[in-house]
C-alpha cells in the first residue's frame, strides 16, 4: 500500500500512523497505542532553566522554512522510523499544507526542530530533533504557544517518554483519545493564526507560560510521542 496524503489523512482521522521498523525497511506497519501520549495545551511545563536559556540565546524561530531538514535531521539517527516512503509522503502532505515544521536557529545554523500533521483543531507531533542542549525544548516551547494561539485543542505526542512527561505530556487510554480526537476534528483552528507575530519574542512565549501567553493573545531526540 502506497502512502499518499489522502491515505494520511484518513488514518490520522481514525486515530492511526505509519511507522517504519528502519530507514532501510520498505514495509510501513500501522500504529494505534493502547496508551496515547498527549499535551494538555494550558499544562506545558517551562523550568526556570528552559526559560533562561531561551532568553539568554533569543534563538530566531521560523514555521515551515525547512521542512525537508527538519524531518531529514529527525531521521539522522541510528535507529529510525522515517524511511524513504515516509519521507517523500510528509513532504507531498506538507506541499498540501496538511504537514508543518517548525525550526529553531542560532546565528543561521538549525539547531532544533519538530514536525507534525494538523486536521482540524488537532496536531499530530511526529518527531523532533536537537543539533544543541534544549534544542528540541525550545521548539516545543514555540510550538505550543503557536497551537494555542491557532485554536488547536488537541496536541498528539503518541507515546510517552520521560524527556516528554517532564514537560508535562501524559496518557490517554485508546477510548478516551478517540472521543479527544473526535471532537478536535471538528474544531477549526490555523498554524498559521491571523496577527501572530512571524518570530515571537522569547518574552511573548514565555510570559505567564508558553499556554497562557498564547491564549491571551488569540482566542524529534527522538519521535516526539
Known amino acids: 500500500?502506497?502512502?499518499?496524503?489522502?491515505?494520511?489523512?484518513?488514518?490520522?482521522?481514525?486515530?492511526v500512523f505509519p511507522m517504519a521498523e528502519g530507514r532501510d525497511d520498505p514495509q510501513i506497519h500501522w500504529v494505534d497505542p493502547k496508551r496515547r501520549a498527549v499535551f494538555p495545551l494550558d499544562r506545558f511545563h517551562i523550568s526556570r532553566s528552559l526559560a533562561r536559556h531561551i532568553r539568554r540565546l533569543r534563538p530566531k524561530v521560523t514555521v515551515n522554512g525547512d521542512f525537508a531538514g527538519v524531518v531529514k535531521a529527525c531521521a539522522d539517527r541510528t535507529e529510525t522510523w522515517i524511511n524513504a516512503e515516509i519521507f517523500a509522503a510528509y513532504a507531498a502532505l506538507h506541499a498540501q499544507g496538511h504537514a508543518h515544521s517548525l525550526e529553531v536557529w542560532d546565528e543561521g545554523r538549525l539547531i532544533g526542530g519538530v514536525y507534525g500533521v494538523s486536521l482540524?483543531?488537532?496536531?499530530?507531533?511526529?518527531?523532533?530533533?536537537?543539533?544543541?542542549?534544549?534544542?528540541?525544548?525550545?521548539?516545543?516551547?514555540?510550538?505550543?504557544?503557536?497551537?494555542?494561539?491557532?485554536?488547536?485543542?488537541l496536541f498528539d505526542v503518541q507515546f510517552l517518554t520521560p524527556h516528554l512527561a517532564s514537560l508535562g505530556a501524559v496518557e490517554l487510554p485508546r477510548a478516551a483519545y478517540r472521543h479527544r480526537l473526535a471532537l478536535a476534528l471538528t474544531a477549526k483552528a490555523s498554524f498559521q493564526p491571523p496577527g501572530y507575530p512571524p518570530d515571537p519574542t522569547p518574552e511573548e512565549?514565555?510570559?505567564?507560560?508558553?499556554?497562557a501567553a498564547a491564549a491571551g493573545t488569540s482566542q524529534c531526540s527522538t519521535q516526539t510521542s
Open 1 to 15: 500500500m502506497t502512502l499518499t496524503p489522502d491515505l494520511l489523512l484518513r488514518a490520522y482521522a481514525a486515530g
Open 120 to 153: 482540524g483543531g488537532a496536531f499530530f507531533g511526529e518527531s523532533m530533533f536537537s543539533r544543541q542542549v534544549n534544542g528540541s525544548k525550545m521548539a516545543l516551547t514555540y510550538l505550543m504557544h503557536r497551537l494555542v494561539a491557532g485554536g488547536f485543542t
Open 205 to 211: 512565549v514565555l510570559s505567564a507560560g508558553a499556554g
